[in-house]
């Protein structure tokens, strides 16, 4: 699969040439309030010019001077003058260099910026798209430091003008000496040029190669700084395994990079050949045009260093070209990235505002979904009405399809067939980051953000209501034990930031999510497994909470313990992408079948258990229950 994939990158070319990237940058610039970098640019590069100028024409106007036979005072004033030229522009080059880097950094730092926000906004689809996420990583890495090209293409584009002026001034000189002389070295290093276009091009062909390396990397160094598997990690030895598989894929990754090096070198070898070349002939034409027109000592060496700074400003030209070039692929990258296709209507579509006291209905009318790629159905022909504050609770073995359908209720996917309606409007015609805000949810992998428990609970560091805050801790039963904390409701969570941070229990994290989703008060409430990793007991007190807490409002849970959800108005059973079963949790043991059957194997593995501990509360607290198949 990777060599086809490898295979695919080689023959792809880039989407966009080094001009539209250079205007993208200028654009990007113009519209982010960063204007000042095209000024700073072209200072200087019209300073870098002058002092070129002035260090080629110094040493030939003071021997002409001397071949004058000029006076003492003259020579001074000629040397005074090209000196206090000299400090005067180099003074204005570094304090326009300086005042530069401060602005190339701020547009780097609004490139970055466009890439964080596209990877928290993009349409849920394309988090799962593989795709997508190699791309992401891969465009991640091009603006993180000066020399990265969203920085350093000023800095080209700079080097460039200057290096373009200077062309200019050498040609209008050494055509004076041959004109054949600029075609000699103008070919030379074109040809050159293209040699180091296509070495550094490599990079681009095998971009997600590379980017299945890193990846591989990057995947095992997480697995070894999470904490939560420190434990496994100790028990079970894992520490010489995880070291194993990073050296392997180090080894992978350094062979990938050792190859790209074999090819720059070769690069480089033809450029050093075609170098020596083009000097030769230069300085072969330049000989003889003194020896036939007996060129006086300043003539020949202003002749001499113009034809050494025409071929440093040509090789200047044609590097500039080449690095504009690697630049500009990893600016395509950027742009890729930037511009990859949204599913969804993200800031467009129809409007929608959820309101608190509002009843909605949301109406499945014949959906079936498929995985991109997959060979069958994850649901099919699902026909489901979720009514104005009614409490649903969606159950079924592991894999049947439970969570899909939360995410096609919930937005996150489309249907591949059907519709998802809200009071019988199709989802899709809204913007969807407007019907988002219609749910307050709370999934198995939940986030416990790097701040302060008051900023968790409103998912915003700003404008926090702390009265508010409050209330939904204490509904939700674990206002004792913040209060208890020294810094109350600014104690800082996740260690991984804050040295200091407090590590709450899994009950207590589970409190602060259901205040969460108090705060957030959305008409809809929906519970994905939250509480699996809590044994039994705890999770039946955890869905009670959330039941007395959630009253009036429209709730989806999803369990695997069947118990837990026994209060809610009705219950569906999913099986092999379908609903087989529905009703209450007394009609569907009633009705003898696959329900009731599944909740047999529970409650006799609980009571098989009880009669093993003695201890009628103190059973499945290791949540063996998973074994049954939810």
């Not at 990938?256 to 070769?266: E, G, L, P, T």
């Not at 070039?325 to 949204?342: A, F, G, N, V, W």
């Not at 959906?367 to 409490?391: C, M, W």
């Amino acid at each position: 699969m990777l060599r086809e994939r490898t295979k695919k990158a080689k023959s792809s070319r880039p989407r966009y040439n080094m001009g539209q990237n250079s205007w993208f940058m200028v654009k990007l610039a113009w519209t982010s309030g960063e204007k000042k970098v095209f000024v700073l640019s072209l200072l200087s590069a019209l300073t870098a010019a002058a002092l070129n100028l002035l260090n080629l024409y110094i040493s030939p106007a003071i021997l002409s001077a001397m071949e004058r036979r000029a006076s003492v005072w003259d020579l001074i004033w000629a040397i005074l003058v090209f000196a206090l030229a000299l400090m005067l522009v180099s003074a204005v080059s570094s304090y326009v260099n300086m005042n530069a880097i401060f602005a190339r950094i701020s547009i780097r730092a609004v490139v970055t910026n466009l890439l964080n926000r596209k990877a928290a906004t993009t349409s849920y689809p394309n988090v799962d798209d593989d795709h997508f996420i190699k791309l992401l990583t891969k465009s991640r890495e091009c603006p993180n430091s000066n020399g990265a090209a969203p920085e350093a293409i000023w800095i080209t584009l700079s080097t460039l003008t200057t290096n373009m002026i200077c062309f200019g001034i050498y040609v209008s000189l050494l055509s004076l000496v041959q004109p054949l002389l600029i075609l000699i070295i103008l070919a030379a290093t074109v040809i050159s040029c293209l040699f180091s276009n296509y070495a550094n091009a490599y990079g681009y062909r095998h971009r997600e190669e590379a980017a299945e390396y890193e990846r591989h990397m990057y995947y095992i160094s997480e697995c070894a700084r999470d904490l939560g598997a420190a434990k496994d990690t100790r028990i079970f030895g894992l520490r010489s395994w995880l070291e194993s598989l990073y050296e392997k894929a180090m080894d992978a990754h350094t062979a990938f990079h050792r190859k790209a090096q074999s090819v720059y070198i070769a690069a480089k070898i033809v450029d050093l050949v075609l170098t020596f070349l083009r000097n030769a002939a230069a300085y072969a034409f330049l000989i003889g045009f003194v020896l036939q027109n007996g060129l006086g000592v300043a003539e020949f060496l202003l002749y001499f260093t113009a034809i050494g700074g025409f071929t440093g400003r040509v090789s200047g030209i044609m590097s500039d070209f080449s690095a504009l070039y690697k630049q500009s692929l990893d600016i395509t990258t950027i742009r890729e990235c930037l511009e990859y296709e949204e599913p969804f209507h993200l800031g467009c579509g129809k409007p929608l505002k959820a309101e608190t006291d509002r009843k909605y209905e949301i109406r499945l009318e014949q959906v079936s979904f498929r995985y991109p790629g997959a060979d069958q159905y994850a649901l099919s022909d699902i026909n489901l009405t979720l009514h104005p504050g009614e409490k649903l609770a969606i159950v079924g073995l592991n894999g049947a399809g439970k969570t899909t359908l939360i995410k096609l209720i919930c937005g996150f996917l489309d249907p591949t067939e059907g519709r998802v309606l809200l009071d019988g409007n199709d989802i899709r015609d809204y913007d969807r980051t407007d019907y988002y805000t219609m749910f307050s949810a709370v999934f198995q992998d939940f986030s416990l953000l790097a701040g302060s428990i008051a900023a968790n609970v409103a998912q915003n560091d700003v404008g926090i209501d702390m009265q508010r805050v409050k209330e939904c801790v204490e509904k939700a039963g674990l206002s004792a034990k913040i209060e208890a904390l020294p810094d109350g409701y600014d104690t800082c969570l996740n260690r991984a930031v804050y040295e200091e941070a407090t590590a709450l229990s899994g009950g207590e994290t589970q409190r602060l999510m259901l205040a969460r989703a108090l705060y957030k008060n959305a008409p809809f409430i929906v519970l994905d497994e939250p509480t699996s990793a809590l044994d039994p007991i705890a999770e039946s007190q955890i869905y009670q909470k959330y039941h007395a807490m959630t009253s009036g409002k429209s709730s989806i849970y999803i369990s695997h313990r069947l118990a837990s959800t026994r209060f809610c108005d009705r219950i569906i059973l999913i099986d092999h992408g379908g609903i087989s079963e529905e009703g209450t949790h007394e009609e569907l043991l009633n009705r003898g079948g696959r329900y009731a059957e599944l909740y047999e194997v529970q409650s006799r593995y609980y009571r098989e258990g009880e009669d093993e501990d003695g201890e009628e509360n103190a059973v499945g607290k290791d949540a063996p229950i998973k074994s049954s198949g939810f």
